[in-house]
């Protein structure tokens, strides 16, 4: 059961213009919902982090968007570079003494010049 | 670099053969996590252990073991391989064992069955 479903799988963007990924998700426990970049050869790193208790949370050029009533949270990143060209991946974890990342299928960010 | 620290970062083994995978959770990490990326089931997690006790089973093969050692490094036991076990292995670590604790990830050991 996919429980956090993620779109577009690939994305291309002009640099300058703005990505916009997307994320629903299933399970109502999750209180925890952070986006991963990912490049070619490397492992998984947070970008940033968003819980249900806001709609929105901005770090830099990067920007999550969350409505809890349509389980959706959605990843901003504006004036988008050719650096940021990489595997976005929506992830969401439930409180509790155990942790365990639930990951979405993955978005392939493509920025040209 | 992420401070997780996996060995090997390449390998390719046999079907039916057994390998070993280890990882070195970052400084004062005491919560570990092994997760398997494929090209067709995504990043799926595997396995938790915290302070040296497993805590959340995911999607785990029976063939599949792991355990937390003392100095919290962590091994991931891969037996009797088959074609579809070949996959990017993470670990990836967090300082306790609850959601909202970042968790960092390793750079991964690439194991290829043939």
């Known amino acids: 059961q996919q429980q956090v479903k993620q779109s577009p799988q690939s994305l291309i963007v002009q640099k300058g213009g703005i990505s916009i990924i997307n994320c629903a998700y299933e399970?109502?426990?999750?209180?925890?919902f952070p986006w991963y970049q990912q490049f070619p050869g490397k492992g998984p790193a947070l970008l940033i982090a968003?819980?249900?208790?806001?709609s929105e949370k901005k770090e830099g050029r990067f920007t999550i968007s969350f409505n809890k009533s349509a389980k959706q949270f959605s990843l901003h990143i504006m004036d988008s570079q050719p650096g940021d060209s990489a595997t976005y991946f929506c992830?969401?974890?439930?409180?509790?003494?155990?942790?365990?990342?639930?990951f979405g299928t993955g978005t392939r960010l493509q920025v040209t010049l | 670099d992420s401070g997780v620290t996996q060995t090997p970062k390449h390998l390719i083994t046999a079907t039916g053969q057994r390998v070993t995978l280890r990882c070195s959770p970052r400084?004062?990490?005491?919560?570990v996590y092994w997760y398997q990326q494929s090209l067709d089931q995504g990043l799926q997690f595997l396995i938790q252990?915290?302070?040296?006790?497993?805590?959340a089973k995911g999607n785990i093969l029976e063939r599949f073991s792991a355990q937390q050692f003392p100095d919290l490094h962590s091994e991931l036991n891969l037996s009797s391989l088959e074609l579809g076990d070949s996959a990017l292995y993470f670990c990836?670590?967090?300082?306790?064992?609850?959601?909202?604790?970042?968790?960092?990830f390793g750079e991964g050991s690439w194991l290829t069955v043939v």
């Open positions: 399970n109502t426990a999750f209180d925890y």
């Open positions: 990836a670590s967090s300082a306790f064992g609850h959601s909202g604790n970042t968790i960092y």
């Open positions: 400084s004062g990490d005491l919560s």
């Open positions: 968003i819980r249900p208790d806001v």
């Open positions: 992830a969401a974890a439930t409180t509790g003494t155990a942790s365990k990342l639930t």
């Open positions: 252990y915290y302070n040296g006790e497993e805590r």
